[in-house]
Nanobody
Framework: VQLQASGGGLVQAGGSLRLSCAGS????VGWFRQGPGKERESVAAISWSDGRRGYADSVKGRFTISRNYAKNTLYLQMNSLKPEDTAVYYC??????????????????WGQGTLVTVSS
């Protein structure tokens, strides 16, 4: 199983970035992040079968998770970025989730992470 996240970078506050996660062997369905000195937290998740989505309160209205069936790729469109969004973003896949879930413990495959830095 390989999950390859990309798209991170340096952006000013208020800007946008789009993260991608290409999956091989498993379908990525969740995004998580870990900020400096913080524990990893959930960001967004999607049901691959019907597209239902869930978001952390901190990103609702600003981030959008989506998927591309043909490419087995997960996306995270991040708008109105804030300095507190600075983190390493990880995509993840699960062998057990039905629907979508923001519970980290339900994910058993993880990408390598991509760094997002938001300057003020």
């Amino acid at each position: 199983v390989q999950l390859q996240a990309s798209g991170g970078g340096l952006v000013q506050a208020g800007g946008s970035l789009r993260l991608s996660c290409a999956g091989s062997g498993r379908t990525p369905v969740g995004w998580f992040r870990q900020g400096p000195g913080k524990e990893r937290e959930s960001v967004a998740a999607i049901s691959w079968s019907d597209g239902r989505r869930g978001y952390a309160d901190s990103v609702k209205g600003r981030f959008t998770i989506s998927r591309n069936y043909a490419k087995n790729t997960l996306y995270l469109q991040m708008n109105s970025l804030k300095p507190e969004d600075t983190a390493v973003y990880y995509c993840a896949a699960s062998s057990t989730i039905v629907g979508y879930s923001l519970d980290e413990w339900k994910y058993d495959y993880w990408g390598q992470g991509t760094l997002v830095t938001v300057s003020s």
